[in-house]
C-alpha cells in the first residue's frame, strides 16, 4: 500500500529525524541495534544521545519498545523500502531538502549546486506518490476542464505517475514522460495501470499528436532558459488546437510561494516565477489565449495555453 503519511513534524521533530539520519542512528536502528547502548555504540555517539533520539523516535511513532528493545514500525518504512516508490512516503524527501539547506550558506556564497543526496531521485519520487488524493484530482480537473476535447494527454515531469493514472481513469490515452532514472523507477508500477511511459531530456523532448499537455511543479524546478525549451517542446508536442497546462506555485509573495523559492535555492536550479513571466514564455513558444487561474482548493496557479489551429504569420 503507498505510504501516506500526511502529518505535520513540526521544526524539532524533523530536526531530530534529520539528526538521527545523518549521524548513522537510524541505520543502526533499521539494521540491527535494539538498544540506545547498542545503537551508541553503533553509530558512535554519546550513549545520552542515543538514548534521547531513540526515545523520541519512539514518541514520533517510528520505532517501539517491545520488551528490553526498540523496533521499527511501518512509519519507519520509507527509509526501508526504496523498490516501490509509493511505500517510501514524505519524509525521506523532507530529510533530503533538510541535507541540501544546512549547505545553503556554502551554495549561497559559491553559486553551485549542491551534490544531491544518494537516493534524491526515488526519495522525490516517494514524496510525488504522497500527494494527496484531493490535490491530485483538483489539478487534473483544472487541466481537463481547459481541453475539453483533448484525448490524449502527456504527463511532462510525471514523477511517480500520480497525475498520470487519474488522466487515464479518467479515459484519457496517457503518457508519462520524464527522466530516464524516474522512468525506470516507476515504469514497472504504472504499465497496468493503462499509463505509457517514456524517457527524455526533460525539459527538451520531441513528441506530437497530444490534446493536453500538462505539467505540475515541474516550472519551478527549472531555470528560465530550461523553461523556454519546456513550453517550446510542449508547442511542438500538441496537435493543431492543442492545450498547454502548467500547474505550479507563482511568484504572488505568499508563504506557498516562499517555500518553493527557497526550495529552489536549497537544490540550486529553479524559482517561483510571476505570471507576466509564464505569459511571455507561452506568447513566445507560440501559445495563444493564455489564461492563468488559480487550482480551486490548492495554492497552485494553472497557467494555460493553445497552440492555434494554424500557424500564425
Known amino acids: 500500500?503507498?505510504?501516506?503519511?500526511?502529518?505535520?513534524?513540526?521544526a524539532e521533530e524533523l530536526f531530530v529525524l534529520w539528526a538521527a539520519r545523518r549521524s548513522g542512528v537510524l541505520t543502526a536502528l533499521l539494521d540491527t541495534a535494539g538498544t540506545p547502548a547498542a545503537v551508541a555504540r553503533e553509530a558512535d555517539v554519546t550513549e545520552h544521545a542515543a538514548r534521547v533520539v531513540?526515545?523520541?523516535?519512539?514518541?514520533?511513532?517510528?520505532?517501539?519498545?517491545?520488551?528490553?528493545?526498540?523496533?521499527?514500525?511501518?512509519?519507519?518504512?520509507?527509509f526501508l523500502a526504496k523498490r516501490d516508490v509509493r511505500s517510501i512516503g514524505r519524509l525521506p524527501h523532507a530529510l533530503d531538502l533538510f541535507d541540501l539547506w544546512t549547505a545553503l550558506p556554502e551554495t549561497m556564497s559559491t553559486g553551485d549546486a549542491p551534490e544531491l543526496p544518494p537516493e534524491w531521485t526515488r526519495n522525490r519520487l516517494g514524496a510525488h506518490a504522497a500527494t494527496d488524493d484531493a490535490v491530485v484530482r483538483a489539478r487534473?480537473?483544472?487541466?481537463?476542464?481547459?481541453?475539453?476535447?483533448?484525448?490524449?494527454?502527456?504527463?511532462?515531469?510525471?514523477?511517480s505517475g500520480a497525475y498520470a493514472t487519474e488522466f487515464a481513469a479518467r479515459g484519457y490515452e496517457t503518457t508519462l514522460l520524464d527522466v530516464p532514472d524516474a522512468v525506470d523507477a516507476?515504469?514497472?508500477?504504472?504499465?497496468?495501470?493503462?499509463?505509457?511511459?517514456?524517457?527524455?531530456?526533460?525539459?527538451?523532448?520531441d513528441a506530437d499528436g497530444y490534446g493536453l499537455v500538462f505539467a505540475a511543479d515541474a516550472t519551478s524546478r527549472f531555470d528560465p532558459d530550461e523553461n523556454r525549451t519546456l513550453v517550446e517542446s510542449a508547442f511542438d508536442a500538441l496537435e493543431p488546437g492543442g492545450t498547454l497546462a502548467l500547474v505550479d506555485v507563482l511568484r504572488d509573495g505568499s508563504a506557498e510561494s516562499v517555500r518553493a523559492r527557497v526550495r529552489a535555492l536549497g537544490v540550486g536550479r529553479g524559482d517561483a516565477y510571476a505570471e507576466e513571466t509564464y505569459r511571455?514564455?507561452?506568447s513566445d513558444a507560440g501559445f495563444a489565449d493564455v489564461t492563468v487561474r488559480s487550482v480551486p482548493g490548492d495554492e497552485r496557479a494553472v497557467v494555460v495555453g493553445?497552440?492555434?489551429?494554424?500557424?500564425?504569420d
Open 1 to 10: 500500500m503507498p505510504t501516506r503519511d500526511r502529518s505535520s513534524l513540526g
Open 54 to 78: 531513540v526515545e523520541s523516535l519512539a514518541d514520533l511513532g517510528f520505532v517501539r519498545r517491545v520488551d528490553d528493545e526498540y523496533e521499527i514500525t511501518n512509519r519507519a518504512l520509507g
Open 140 to 159: 487534473v480537473t483544472a487541466a481537463v476542464r481547459a481541453a475539453p476535447n483533448a484525448e490524449r494527454v502527456l504527463d511532462v515531469c510525471g514523477a
Open 186 to 205: 516507476v515504469a514497472p508500477m504504472l504499465e497496468h495501470r493503462d499509463v505509457r511511459t517514456r524517457a527524455a531530456a526533460v525539459p527538451a523532448f
Open 280 to 282: 511571455t514564455w507561452l
Open 306 to 312: 493553445r497552440r492555434p489551429e494554424r500557424a500564425v
